[in-house]
């Protein structure tokens, strides 16, 4: 019998940890992106003054004998390039956020858009902290587009974005910095880039404390249900004494006072181990 409530405890005690882990796991899901409003490092970003513009990047001439070669980017970091209208063509697909636009350069007239490549499209953006900038107060932090593919290689566009109050204007956009290995990096400066606030902690940082107090609630629980059960059935105890280890649990509060007792009289002094007296 001691054996079947020993196994229902631990049987219990797993699906109460396995539901609170569940839970957890759904609490931490990470929100839908909204440039509006970026969390990072207990910093808020805001940077949704740049959604309404598609920001056009200009590469630097190259020379690809007999032609010569520009590669242009355009992007939105907020959302899907929004296309005018009747220009779809002449553009990379719907929901493009980044768009590699290659171009052949003419000595005379407008460059002629060769390819049209979509580096990242409708993929959940990710953002972390970037490298320390000498003389940048603030910490940039850097903004990854995905999910655009060229000739089976994986596309993605990275963006640092770094803190510059000087430049309040929402037009003014990135630059360029280099194309390597599937990802083209961009760096951008502006006042938009800088936090908005400090985040205040709330008790979702509390999480793993709040797992420790719940699990140790339901041992508790089922130590009680268990030991009085089993004192019931095995001793036929009733009312108080079937709590388990009962007499423990009364003298309980006068060994706590004891051990305050004593801890207290160390730190003071008044206590000497020799003696045992109190000094007057």
């Not at 839908?32 to 990047?57: V, W």
């Not at 005379?108 to 003389?135: C, H, Q, S, Y």
């Not at 360029?176 to 936090?195: D, I, M, Q, R």
Request: with cysteine; aromatic share 10%; charged share 20%.
């Amino acid at each position: 019998m001691t054996q079947f409530y020993f196994r229902l405890a631990i049987a219990t005690l797993a699906v109460v940890v396995t539901l609170q882990s569940t839970a957890n796991a759904q609490g931490e899901t990470p929100a839908p992106y909204d440039c509006a409003n970026i969390s990072l490092e207990g910093h808020t970003y805001n940077i949704s003054a740049f959604k309404a513009n598609t920001y056009t990047i200009k590469g630097e001439v190259r020379e690809e004998h007999p032609n010569k070669i520009r590669v242009d980017y355009e992007l939105n970091p907020c959302q899907a390039i929004a296309f005018p209208e009747g220009e779809a063509k002449s553009h990379c697909k719907a929901g493009t956020w980044v768009c590699q636009d290659t171009k052949l350069v003419r000595d005379e007239g407008e460059p002629i858009t060769v390819t049209l490549r979509p580096i990242a499209r409708d993929v959940a953006p990710t953002v972390v902290r970037a490298e320390k900038i000498e003389d940048v107060k603030e910490l940039p932090w850097n903004l990854t587009l995905r999910g655009g593919n060229i000739d089976g290689q994986n596309q993605s566009a990275t963006i640092t974005f770094i803190c510059d109050m000087a430049v309040t204007d929402e037009t003014v956009g990135p630059t360029l910095t280099k194309y390597e290995n599937g990802v083209v990096y961009f760096s951008w400066k502006s006042g938009h880039a800088c936090p908005q606030q400090i985040q205040v902690p709330t008790t979702e940082g509390m999480g793993g404390f709040r797992t420790f107090l719940t699990v140790l609630s339901i041992f508790a629980l089922i130590y009680l249900i268990a030991g009085a059960a089993y004192n019931h059935k095995v001793y036929g105890a009733t009312g108080v004494d079937m709590i388990p280890h009962v007499d423990f649990w009364r003298d309980f509060p006068n060994l706590v006072v004891d051990v305050v007792r004593h801890v207290w009289d160390s730190v003071t002094g008044r206590f000497t181990s020799s003696r045992g007296y109190v000094s007057v």
